[in-house]
């Protein structure tokens, strides 16, 4: 069984690594979704460390090979956005379930990653819910700076209450414990009060 999560985080890893997306890490590059997968998987171990083969799975590959379906592919509206965002659950289920087959996991490890990559019963099923508790930690992480260079504080405060809502109470204490810069703690307390 080790072997056999092993060899999907790799192949899980290999596809990634083919995005042309790059991103400069302690000073080193890296394909985009490859370091993404890895601040997935290691906000898991921190958070959850005894979560399900299927949430530790899911967790690697959340955004697997997502170049390949660019946001300006769907009309820039919220319609187009949030098609989008369904296609691409859709989308990272099938990759990863080619790839957990190839592996040779059964139907039933398969099925389980493709309800969580689809975000099935998010809010009633806990795994569903510590997968999204676990995007929305690296989202604030990792992305938020960056994100809220580009938004108006109208707009972040919008996006921080709407990431607060999809997380549990879980989440909301630990992500109350990141280290945030001065800017974003300002803002998180005024998205938050």
Known sequence: ????????????????????????????????????????????????????????????????????VPRDSYEMNRIGYLTWRRGLYKFHAQKASEILEKVGYDQIVIDGVKFLLQKKQLKK????????????LVFLDFYFVNFSEKYTEEKLIDIVQKTWKKMSDKGHQFALKLNFSENSKELLGKALS
Not at 40 to 45: F, G, H, I, N, Q
Not at 125 to 131: E, I, K
């Open 1 to 68: 069984m080790e072997n056999k999560f092993e060899t999907a985080i790799e192949l899980f890893d290999a596809a990634n690594a083919k995005d042309p997306n790059k991103e400069i890490w302690n000073g080193k590059e890296y394909p985009k979704e490859v370091l993404y997968g890895m601040r997935m998987s290691e906000k898991l171990a921190i958070f959850a460390p005894d979560a399900s083969l299927a949430v530790k799975l899911a967790v690697r590959c959340q955004h697997i090979c997502r170049w390949e």
């Open 125 to 136: 099923n806990a795994q569903t819910q510590l997968l999204e508790d676990v995007i929305c």
